[in-house]
Nanobody, 124 residues
């Protein structure tokens, strides 16, 4: 049905930037909502940002507001997460996710489709 593949992770110094991509393939619809989550070792999967596929409305966790930017390119079926001013506490595996709904959700259990994750490591 739907497949998601993340890319763009890596190792950066604190204060640096990364741009993550999520390529979406399969049968997609304008009613999809997509999101980024992250998970550090020993911690729950945490909501980062979301965007509606139809209208492009964005949502952010308080911890990343002003530093991260979520966007999507509808013709390319690709979602992006621009990570700026990175902090060591941003270190995690970042996942993209999708669900069949016009609005996003803020818990991992609400999303049906997931990518394999891409590692982001921020050194101090």
């Amino acid at each position: 049905q739907v497949q998601l593949v993340e890319s763009g992770g890596g190792l950066v110094q604190a204060g640096g930037s990364l741009r993550l991509s999520c390529a979406i393939s399969g049968r997609t619809f304008s009613s999809y909502a997509t999101a980024w989550f992250r998970q550090a070792p020993g911690k729950d999967r945490e909501f980062v940002a979301a965007i509606t596929w139809r209208g492009g409305t964005t949502y952010y966790a308080d911890s990343v507001k002003g530093r991260f930017t979520i966007s999507r390119d509808n013709p390319k079926n690709t979602m992006y997460l621009q990570l700026n001013s990175l902090k060591p506490e941003d270190t995690a595996v970042y996942y993209c996710a999708a669900r069949f709904d016009v609005a996003p959700a803020y818990t991992a259990g609400s999303y049906t489709y997931w990518g394999q994750g891409t590692q982001v490591i921020v050194s101090s």
